[in-house]
């Protein structure tokens, strides 16, 4: 990993970076500063093989809840920025705001009652979705959100979700680690395809 200054993470080299499998995080002790990750493995999510469990399944079967798509880019990184450490920082912030103007980072807000409940952002380029970070205001709404992403990609016929790191509530909803070869090769070809 290496490290770099805010005025070094131009919205072009961090594109360079993503077609190469590397992407960013920040330095939760510095807001300027942040890293570049090239995991030796990578976890995703095949499309359209998210596994939705029974009670999640009545749950958004109760259409209480709505989503939208980029209506507030601003309010769903500051959302994932917020809890005790973190490794979306100020030049993190920065950057990918840069990134949404420019159309490539998308935000999927979830709202119940006109109160947001969940959401997630991430960065597009060709079929490839390269997922950041996710949060929850209250119970299931970043699960509701990771619905809403894969249901846009099927229909977009994306061909890879990148979800960086298996956690355990990423296990839970299909996501499989991959070697980084096996990896670089579904990225090729799904960012070939703009």
């Known amino acids: 990993m290496n490290s770099l200054s805010l005025n070094t993470l131009d919205p072009k080299t961090v594109i360079k970076h993503y077609k190469n499998g590397i992407f960013p995080m920040g330095d939760q002790d510095n807001n300027n500063d942040i890293f570049w990750c090239d995991p030796p493995v990578r976890a995703i999510i095949p499309i359209s093989k998210l596994h939705i469990s029974r009670s999640l399944k009545r749950l958004c079967n109760k259409k209480t809840f709505k989503f939208s798509i980029n209506y507030d880019f601003a309010i769903t990184i500051a959302n994932c920025a917020d809890r005790d450490k973190t490794w979306i920082n100020e030049s993190i912030i920065s950057t990918y705001k840069k990134l949404h103007d420019l159309g490539y980072a998308h935000s999927i807000e979830i709202w119940e009652d006109n109160k947001i409940k969940g959401g997630l952002y991430g960065v597009a380029i060709g079929k490839a979705f390269f997922a ?5 205001k209250s119970s299931n709404g970043s699960k509701i959100a990771l619905i809403v992403l894969m249901g846009i990609l099927e229909l977009n016929n994306f061909q890879l979700l ?8 990423l296990k839970t909803m299909g996501a499989k680690e991959i ?3 096996v990896f670089l090769s579904l990225l090729q070809r799904s960012t070939f395809q703009q």
């Open 179 to 181: 070697s980084r070869n």
């Open 132 to 136: 950041e970070s996710m949060f929850s």
């Open 162 to 169: 990148d979800v960086q790191f298996m956690t355990n509530h």
